[in-house]
């Protein structure tokens, strides 16, 4: 009987040449729907097979070098919540109330 190479000397570890979706996204620690975005929007490359979608290791490595995700993306001062002291520069309440009002007033009008 022959001994398997990877055990007579030492463990390795055998990462597939193609990978479907779910073991893309576990390996790189994305949710699925996220890669299939991607796919779809052209960004990661893909093979559809029947029943499975699969994705290079290397296609997936070049897009996790370019990945950026929108929530990791700091916000503006005027939103952060640290920031306290500036004002917003969405307006007072009362304008946006008195804007709101008179939306809903020339829809009305405009209803007749």
């Not at 055990?7 to 990462?15: N, P």
């Not at 052209?42 to 699969?54: D, E, I, N, S």
Request: net charge positive.
């Amino acid at each position: 009987m022959l001994a398997d190479p990877a055990h007579q000397f030492g463990a390795t570890i055998q990462i597939p040449v193609f990978l479907t979706v779910p073991e893309a996204a576990s390996l790189v620690r994305r949710h699925p729907e996220t890669l299939r975005r991607a796919i779809r929007q052209g960004r990661l490359a893909a093979w559809r097979q029947p029943g499975c979608t699969l994705v290079s290791v290397e296609a997936l490595m070049a897009f996790m070098e370019g990945f950026l995700c929108p929530a990791s993306v700091t916000k503006s001062l005027t939103s952060n919540s640290a920031v306290g002291s500036i004002a917003s520069s969405g307006g007072s309440a009362k304008s946006v109330t008195a804007y709101r009002q008179e939306q809903r007033m020339r829809r009305s009008l405009d209803k007749r």
